[in-house]
């Protein structure tokens, strides 16, 4: 049997106690740690599980399943991943490799940052498509998810903004030796975020400088336009920040992960009240 396990958000603690069973009846036990990481690291795992585990990079995963899945026809092989097994398309395609072979599986789920972000008071079913903002170099700074999010403001949708992390990523230089070398990891910050947006909206609007009133786009961010920024989520440090979009640019809320909720322009009375405790300025979400 192959299991994917979701382990939720904050700290080991989080596992389901059905999780944390079938992990300690498996032969093999992999952690991926590339589309997320969880804030205790893989020591404190595996001293709550009491076992070790493999850690499953981006290279690992993508090009080596096979390897994960070897003999899980007859014994049982376990893959953990932060949050919810189906958080990222990865581990879609993990369980689709493993009917192929004709291997049984089995999904236990948790807590995702896709409903914890219900915890700064904004209502979940009151969120449209979720973006992805990804880091910029400078000969790639890609904002097609921009529109993205003008068009959940347009139909008058909140946007969770997942803040783009670098794990175990090849240098440049490497990709053309046999070894490989791997760059520091970066996690995206609120802050980064912000600055990255703002220069899409100073982009966007010398675009429009010549464009008559009638056909600019009235949906679009501006400077003082009221964002979420989280951090942590689910852990005892976790933060909460409403302010404008260029306060956020100038926010330290600490270590990784954090995530950027751009919400509606028409906030529900209760969404409004809730939210008011995490703000700078009472006026912000006035």
């Known amino acids: 049997m192959f299991y994917i396990i979701g382990l939720g ?24 740690s590339y589309t997320s990481v969880l804030c205790c690291g893989q020591e404190k795992l595996e001293e709550f599980y009491g076992r070790k585990l493999i850690l499953a990079d ?32 990865t581990h879609t395609d993990l369980m689709l490799r493993a009917k192929e072979k004709g291997i049984k599986t089995s999904i236990v789920h948790n807590a995702s940052i896709m409903n914890a972000v219900g915890c700064c008071g904004l209502q979940l079913y009151h969120f449209g498509e ?4 990804p880091y910029w170099d400078d000969s790639w700074k890609p904002d097609s998810f921009y529109d993205k999010i003008v068009a959940n403001l347009k139909h008058g949708l909140h946007t969770l903004c997942l803040l783009d992390i670098k794990v175990k990523e090849p240098t440049l230089e490497s990709l053309m030796k046999k070894k490989r070398e791997y760059m520091p990891p970066r996690f995206m910050s609120v802050s980064e975020a912000a600055d990255q947006l703002l220069q899409i909206v100073a982009k966007r609007s010398d675009e429009e400088a010549g ?6 786009n009235e949906h679009g961010l501006r400077e003082n336009t009221l964002i979420v920024g989280l951090a942590r ?5 976790q933060q909460i920040l409403a302010c404008s979009l260029s306060e956020m640019k100038n926010v330290d ?34």
Not at 233 to 237: A, I, L, Q, W
């Open 9 to 32: 958000l904050g700290d080991p603690e989080d596992i389901t106690v059905k999780g944390l069973n079938i992990i300690k009846q498996c032969e093999r036990v992999y952690l991926e």
């Open 58 to 89: 981006r290279e690992m995963v993508e090009q080596r399943a096979d390897d994960i899945l070897e003999g899980a026809e007859s014994i049982s092989v376990a893959f953990l991943v932060v949050g919810d097994p189906f958080g990222a398309t």
């Open 130 to 133: 979720t973006v992805s903002i």
């Open 211 to 216: 464009v008559q009133p009638d056909q600019q």
């Open 233 to 237: 989520v689910g852990h005892d440090t």
């Open 253 to 286: 809320l600490g270590p990784p992960l954090h995530s950027l909720i751009i919400p509606n322009g028409q906030l529900h009375p209760l969404e409004m009240e809730f939210l008011q405790q995490f703000a700078q300025l009472k006026q912000q979400i006035l």
